[in-house]
């Protein structure tokens, strides 16, 4: 059984990573989705509210579960037994900072993380500019997905 783990803040989830989590469940048995909740982290969305807003929009998905946690990723990893890490590449910035953090997890963990680079559709999106959008009062409809609302 292959399980991957995508791990993210999802504050809120964007397009940018439902098309990450739709292209990565084929290449794996069982996708987890980790929705971060460290107490230091200042969120715009309660970590209840992030994951219903993914439960809501895999409700048909039976490969997908979603889960809350905290601490390190690999830790989480290894208590639900996920080999991989799934994360997604939108620009050389991301990679930059992915590189150090996946060589990180393989030396600690033996954890692979597989890369899928973003679709050229959404790739210029980001929960930042959604949040940004959504203090000022405008339209972030088309950047998120349907579960997705104030
Ligand atoms: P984090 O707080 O770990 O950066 P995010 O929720 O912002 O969490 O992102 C989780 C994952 O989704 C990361 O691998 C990130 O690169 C990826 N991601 C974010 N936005 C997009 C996008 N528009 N297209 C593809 N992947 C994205």
């Given amino acids: 059984m292959r399980r991957a783990l995508f791990p993210g803040s999802f504050d809120p989830i964007t397009k940018g990573h439902e098309d990450i989590i739709l292209r990565g469940l084929t290449l794996f048995d069982e996708l987890v989705i980790g929705v971060g909740s460290n107490t230091e982290k200042n969120y715009m969305f309660p970590t209840k509210k992030r994951i219903n807003f993914i439960k809501k ?20 990893c290894k208590s639900i037994n996920a080999s991989y ?4 590449l939108r620009n050389p910035a991301d990679f930059e900072f992915e590189k150090a953090i996946a060589h990180t997890n393989r ?14 559709k959404t790739s210029y999106i980001s929960s930042g500019i959604v949040r940004e959008i959504i203090i000022n009062k405008g339209d972030y409809k088309s950047l998120v997905p349907s579960s997705v609302r104030l």
């Fill in 57 to 76: 929009l895999f409700v048909n998905e039976k490969k997908i579960i979603v889960n809350k946690y905290n601490g390190l990723t690999v830790d989480f």
């Fill in 85 to 88: 890490i799934l994360r997604g």
């Fill in 107 to 120: 030396k600690l963990s033996g954890i692979e993380t597989i890369f899928l680079l973003t679709s050229a």
